[in-house]
């Protein structure tokens, strides 16, 4: 039986991660914690918690890591990622979030940390095509992978629409937080041999199968094998 995985994947908007997060999720058979698609959950169900992440997402801001740390915590210790594990997509964002989870995970950790790495030139074409389902998080291009029925999920038939902060002054201000927050985390896993870096240019089933390979090489090592 496939054993599972402990994944996170790494890598600036427009890389690819929620598309090979869906799939690696898919093919380890773990479940897909994606912390953008649960905040804008949240956020179309009005709740107050939705209400406060709002005003972060809108404008590409971060939300506050207290905040995102407890929804993460609290979904890492239900029984389907205890025992088999998780895809995280999204997670962490900031050394403080890496450092948490570390803490969260103890005594397993992670199998591996994932960089997908893309020209910041390909990113801002890559996002202005890019469509996502409103219900299951599934990533979709109008350039080069609709959906079959257009305006409808594959995986679900859940509305696919654009992301409100798909615009030009949002993605602008995250792709700064990315090199300012995100990128350091590329030393912090690679000083604790936890990274893989990942060509991200290619089919998304090219570079699933590159992903794969390091992880079950990965996997297979931390088995004893
Ligand atoms: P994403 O779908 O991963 O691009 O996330 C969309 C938005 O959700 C981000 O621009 C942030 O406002 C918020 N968000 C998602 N994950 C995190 C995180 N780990 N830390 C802080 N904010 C986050």
């Given at each position: ?21 869906v799939r690696l999720s898919r093919h380890y058979v773990v479940p897909h914690i994606s912390t953008g698609d649960t ?187």
């Amino acid at each position: 039986m496939n054993p599972g995985a402990r994944l996170l994947i790494l890598g600036k908007q427009g890389a690819g991660k929620g598309t090979q997060a869906v799939r690696l999720s898919r093919h380890y058979v773990v479940p897909h914690i994606s912390t953008g698609d649960t905040f804008r959950q949240a956020v179309r169900s009005g709740s107050e918690f939705g209400q406060k992440a709002k005003q972060y997402l809108d404008v590409g801001e971060l939300v506050p890591d207290e905040l995102v740390i407890g929804m993460v915590r609290e979904r890492l210790t239900r029984s389907d990622t205890s025992h088999r594990g998780f895809v995280l997509d999204g997670f962490p964002r900031t050394v403080p979030q890496a450092e948490a989870l570390e803490d969260m995970l103890a005594p397993n950790g992670l199998h591996l940390a994932v960089d997908i790495e893309i020209d910041t030139g390909m990113v801002l074409a890559r996002l202005a095509s890019r469509r996502v389902c409103v219900d299951c998080g599934a990533n979709y291009s109008v350039i080069d992978n609709p959906p079959r029925v257009p305006g409808l999920c594959d995986v679900c038939g859940g509305e696919v629409v654009q992301r409100d902060d798909d615009t030009e002054g949002a993605i602008r201000r995250r792709l700064e937080l990315y090199d300012r927050e995100t990128a350091p985390l590329i030393a912090w896993y690679a000083e604790r041999q936890l990274l893989t870096r990942i060509d991200g240019l290619g089919t998304p089933d090219e570079v699933t199968e590159r992903i794969v390979l390091e992880v079950d090489r990965r996997i297979l090592r931390s088995a004893g094998g």
